[in-house]
């Protein structure tokens, strides 16, 4: 009798927790700041790449997020508040990123510690399930 196992994680099981994850921390950041314009609209556009194409946002963070892993894994949110990234953003847009990304420091500086670990369990979970997708 030949059994055989699966070669490696079921990469749709992944996709679907990566997106419920992704969801999740979304909403969360709705609560945490529900009369934000700037963040509501980022989650709206983040929420419609959910919808339309999971796996470009699973490549992105892959791509974008995960070469962090060492400073996720460690829970360094201040590392991700103190950075800067004008080399590590290649688009057209780079100006209006960089703008977007000074317009969160603040209030994500100013998040309590409980709400700062919550944001880096979530970044951590994402962090590993893309690892995963792509391994």
Known sequence: MNISMPAGPDKSLLLSAFKSQFKQFLDDLVLVFPTDLDIRTGVNTVQLLL???PVKLVQIWKNKIVP?????DGG???YFLEKRYEGDIDLESK???LVAIER???PLHNLKPED???T???MQNLTQLATLYYA
Request: charge should be positive.
């Open 51 to 53: 919808k339309t194409n």
């Open 68 to 72: 962090y892993s060492g400073h996720i």
């Open 76 to 78: 360094e949110i201040n």
């Open 95 to 97: 100006s209006s990123v």
């Open 104 to 106: 969160l420091r603040e």
């Open 116 to 118: 700062k670990v919550k």
């Open 120 to 122: 880096m369990k979530y």
